[in-house]
């Protein structure tokens, strides 16, 4: 069945970095764009960036530019998050979502509605 499973959160100093991972079973990714979005304590889910399937464009919300990181690794039909320079602002449930739009639009890519399959997402804390 179609699945979407996020991994790699967990707890972080401010500065600190991790990798998120976003492993999907029974579709190809690489025939998807993906999104990864956070939902912090209070707050409405944000879309973070954007991959294309094809020519693998981003797009990334101003907040994370300069220090988050989107990749794919096709053989292994998983989708990498590279945050560094975490800060307390970072701290949310991360999730990723993929879409058959198979590039990321510009004026849709943040918006939730806007894909057909989500994770169950992992937490990130940032904390001294």
């Known amino acids: 069945q179609v699945q979407l499973v996020e991994s790699g959160g967990g707890l972080v100093q401010p500065g600190g970095s991790l990798r998120l991972s976003c492993a999907a079973s029974?579709?190809?990714?690489?025939?998807?764009?993906i999104g990864w979005f956070r939902q912090a304590p209070g707050k409405e889910r944000e879309g973070v960036l954007c991959i294309s399937s094809s020519d693998g464009s981003t797009y990334y919300v101003d907040s994370v530019k300069g220090r988050s990181t989107i990749s794919r690794d096709n053989a292994k039909n998983t989708v990498y998050l590279q945050m560094n320079s975490l800060k307390p602002e970072d701290m949310a449930v991360y999730y990723c979502a993929a879409t058959l739009s198979r590039y990321c639009d510009g004026s849709s890519w943040y918006r939730w509605m806007t894909y057909d399959y989500w994770g169950q997402g992992t937490q990130v804390t940032v904390s001294s």
């Open positions: 029974g579709f190809t990714l690489d025939d998807y764009a």
